[in-house]
C-alpha cells in the first residue's frame, strides 16, 4: 500500500473518534459564557420555530426540531433553504427561523436569511462553527462552536455539536435541567463505547459488501438516519436512501434482498411498532443493522449486526451518539472501496454559488 492510500481519510477517523471530547469541550464553553441563558430570555415568543440548513444542517435540523417540540411543546419545523429561496410561500407565517452553516458562508442559507429579513422574518438566532462569518450578520443572536469545526470536507463532530448546543437552548427555553444533565452526561457515557462501536462497524464492512444501504428512523431519529445515509453516500459513494422506519412497508421494501444492508435506528417510544417492521424485513431476506439503546429477544433474532449502546440518558438525548456508527460505516465502507473520505469525490468543504447577494462561485459544502 502506497504512503498516500495509507493516509486517506485520517482527518475524518480522528474527527469521528473526538466527538464525545469535542462535545465535552462545547457544552463547557457555553455553560462558562452564559449564551444559552440570555439567549433563552432574549428569544422572541411569536410564531412558529423554523429551522434551515442545507445538506448535513439540514438533517441536523430535523433532529433539533423534533428536540425543540418535544421539549418544549412549541411547533417547530426544518426546511431546505432552498424551499425558502423558491417556495417562499409555503412558509409559516409568523416564524422564527434558525439558520444552520457549519462554515456561515453556505449561499443558500445566507441567501435565505436575507429573504426572511426583507419578508419581516428575521432569523432569530444563526449557529456556526466558523468565526467573522456572513451568517453571523443576519441576527443578533450567536452560538459559535469553532471547537467542533474540522479539516475535512464532511461534517461529522460539527453535527452532533451543533445538534447538542440547540438541544441545550431547548432544555434552557423549557425550564429542563434534568435533560440539560444528561446532555452534559452523554459525552462521558458515550467515550467509553466507542472503541466497540468502531470495531463493530469495521467488522461488519470486512465481512460483506452491499449493492444498497437503506436507513430507517423515526421522530428525533428520523434525522439521524438521513444523516447517516448521506454519509454514506459522500465518504463512500454508494447507493443509500433514507424513510421512516414504518413508511417502508408501504412500497419501498420491494428492493430488499440479500445485497441491501436495511439499518434500524430503534426508538424506545415506537419500539414494538418498529421491531415488526424489522422483523418483516428480516423475513423479506435483507441483512439488517439495528442500532438501539437496549435490544430484546426479539431484536437480537432479527439483527444480524447489532449495536447496543446502554445510554443513562433520555432517549431525544441520545440523538449524537446515535449517529456515530452511521458516520463510521460511511468511512470504513469509503476506505474499502478506495475512495478517500477527506476528499470525496466532487464535494468541496463551502457550498457558495454565484448570486445576486454573494457574488462568489464555484466551491461546494455538503
Not at 127 to 136: A, D, F, L, S, W
Not at 196 to 205: E, K, Q
Not at 277 to 297: F, S
Given at each position: 500500500?502506497?504512503?498516500?492510500?495509507?493516509?486517506?481519510?485520517?482527518?475524518?477517523?480522528?474527527?469521528?473518534?473526538?466527538?464525545?471530547?469535542?462535545w465535552?469541550?462545547c457544552?463547557?464553553?457555553?455553560?462558562?459564557?452564559?449564551?444559552?441563558?440570555?439567549?433563552r430570555?432574549?428569544?422572541?415568543?411569536?410564531g412558529?420555530?423554523?429551522?434551515v440548513?442545507?445538506?448535513?444542517?439540514?438533517?441536523?435540523?430535523?433532529?433539533?426540531?423534533?428536540?425543540?417540540?418535544?421539549?418544549?411543546?412549541?411547533?417547530?419545523?426544518?426546511?431546505?433553504?432552498?424551499?425558502?429561496?423558491?417556495?417562499?410561500?409555503?412558509?409559516?407565517?409568523?416564524?422564527?427561523?434558525?439558520?444552520?452553516?457549519?462554515?456561515?458562508?453556505?449561499?443558500?442559507?445566507?441567501?435565505?436569511g436575507n429573504?426572511?429579513?426583507?419578508?419581516d422574518?428575521?432569523?432569530?438566532?444563526?449557529?456556526t462553527?466558523?468565526?467573522?462569518?456572513?451568517?453571523?450578520?443576519?441576527?443578533?443572536?450567536?452560538?459559535?462552536?469553532?471547537?467542533a469545526?474540522?479539516?475535512s470536507?464532511?461534517?461529522t463532530?460539527?453535527?452532533?455539536?451543533?445538534?447538542?448546543?440547540?438541544?441545550?437552548?431547548?432544555?434552557?427555553?423549557?425550564?429542563?435541567?434534568?435533560?440539560?444533565?444528561?446532555?452534559r452526561?452523554?459525552?462521558?457515557?458515550?467515550?467509553?463505547?466507542?472503541?466497540?462501536?468502531?470495531?463493530?462497524?469495521?467488522?461488519?464492512?470486512?465481512?460483506?459488501r452491499?449493492?444498497?444501504y437503506?436507513?430507517?428512523?423515526?421522530?428525533p431519529?428520523?434525522?439521524?438516519?438521513?444523516?447517516?445515509?448521506?454519509?454514506i453516500?459522500?465518504?463512500s459513494?454508494?447507493?443509500?436512501?433514507?424513510?421512516?422506519?414504518?413508511?417502508?412497508?408501504?412500497?419501498?421494501?420491494?428492493?430488499?434482498?440479500?445485497?441491501?444492508?436495511?439499518?434500524?435506528?430503534?426508538?424506545?417510544?415506537?419500539?414494538?411498532?418498529?421491531v415488526?417492521?424489522l422483523?418483516?424485513?428480516?423475513?423479506?431476506?435483507?441483512?439488517?443493522?439495528?442500532?438501539?439503546?437496549?435490544?430484546?429477544a426479539?431484536v437480537?433474532?432479527?439483527a444480524?449486526?447489532?449495536i447496543?449502546?446502554?445510554?443513562?440518558?433520555?432517549?431525544?438525548?441520545?440523538?449524537?451518539?446515535?449517529?456515530?456508527?452511521?458516520q463510521?460505516?460511511?468511512?470504513?465502507?469509503?476506505?474499502?472501496?478506495g475512495?478517500?473520505?477527506?476528499?470525496?469525490?466532487?464535494?468541496?468543504?463551502?457550498?457558495?454559488?454565484?448570486s445576486?447577494?454573494?457574488?462568489?462561485?464555484?466551491?461546494g459544502?455538503?
Amino acid at each position: 500500500m502506497t504512503e498516500s492510500a495509507q493516509r486517506r481519510g485520517l482527518n475524518t477517523y480522528a474527527e469521528i473518534l473526538s466527538e464525545p471530547e469535542t462535545w465535552k469541550r462545547c457544552l463547557a464553553a457555553l455553560d462558562a459564557s452564559g449564551e444559552l441563558h440570555r439567549l433563552r430570555d432574549s428569544l422572541p415568543s411569536d410564531g412558529e420555530w423554523l429551522f434551515v440548513g442545507c445538506g448535513t444542517s439540514f438533517y441536523l435540523a430535523l433532529a433539533a426540531a423534533a428536540t425543540w417540540s418535544l421539549l418544549t411543546g412549541e411547533t417547530a419545523r426544518a426546511i431546505p433553504a432552498s424551499e425558502v429561496l423558491l417556495f417562499p410561500k409555503l412558509l409559516p407565517s409568523p416564524s422564527r427561523p434558525i439558520l444552520i452553516s457549519r462554515s456561515g458562508h453556505t449561499s443558500e442559507v445566507v441567501e435565505a436569511g436575507n429573504l426572511l429579513k426583507l419578508r419581516d422574518q428575521p432569523p432569530a438566532l444563526v449557529i456556526t462553527c466558523g468565526t467573522g462569518t456572513p451568517i453571523e450578520e443576519l441576527s443578533p443572536r450567536l452560538i459559535r462552536l469553532p471547537d467542533a469545526d474540522e479539516k475535512s470536507t464532511v461534517m461529522t463532530r460539527s453535527f452532533t455539536s451543533m445538534l447538542l448546543a440547540l438541544q441545550m437552548l431547548a432544555a434552557e427555553r423549557a425550564g429542563s435541567t434534568e435533560f440539560a444533565a444528561a446532555l452534559r452526561a452523554l459525552p462521558h457515557q458515550t467515550e467509553p463505547k466507542m472503541s466497540g462501536i468502531d470495531s463493530a462497524v469495521c467488522h461488519l464492512v470486512q465481512s460483506r459488501r452491499f449493492e444498497d444501504y437503506v436507513f430507517l428512523g423515526q421522530g428525533p431519529f428520523y434525522g439521524i438516519a438521513q444523516e447517516a445515509m448521506l454519509k454514506i453516500t459522500e465518504m463512500s459513494c454508494s447507493y443509500a436512501q433514507c424513510f421512516h422506519t414504518l413508511e417502508f412497508r408501504h412500497g419501498p421494501k420491494a428492493i430488499v434482498s440479500p445485497e441491501t444492508l436495511v439499518t434500524f435506528f430503534l426508538s424506545e417510544t415506537g419500539f414494538e411498532s418498529e421491531v415488526s417492521v424489522l422483523q418483516d424485513v428480516k423475513e423479506l431476506g435483507a441483512t439488517t443493522l439495528v442500532i438501539t439503546n437496549h435490544a430484546n429477544a426479539a431484536v437480537r433474532e432479527s439483527a444480524d449486526y447489532l449495536i447496543e449502546l446502554a445510554l443513562r440518558v433520555p432517549e431525544a438525548a441520545r440523538a449524537a451518539a446515535f449517529v456515530i456508527p452511521g458516520q463510521l460505516l460511511g468511512f470504513h465502507t469509503g476506505i474499502r472501496k478506495g475512495f478517500d473520505p477527506d476528499n470525496p469525490r466532487h464535494l468541496t468543504r463551502v457550498v457558495m454559488l454565484g448570486s445576486s447577494t454573494d457574488g462568489d462561485s464555484g466551491r461546494g459544502e455538503p
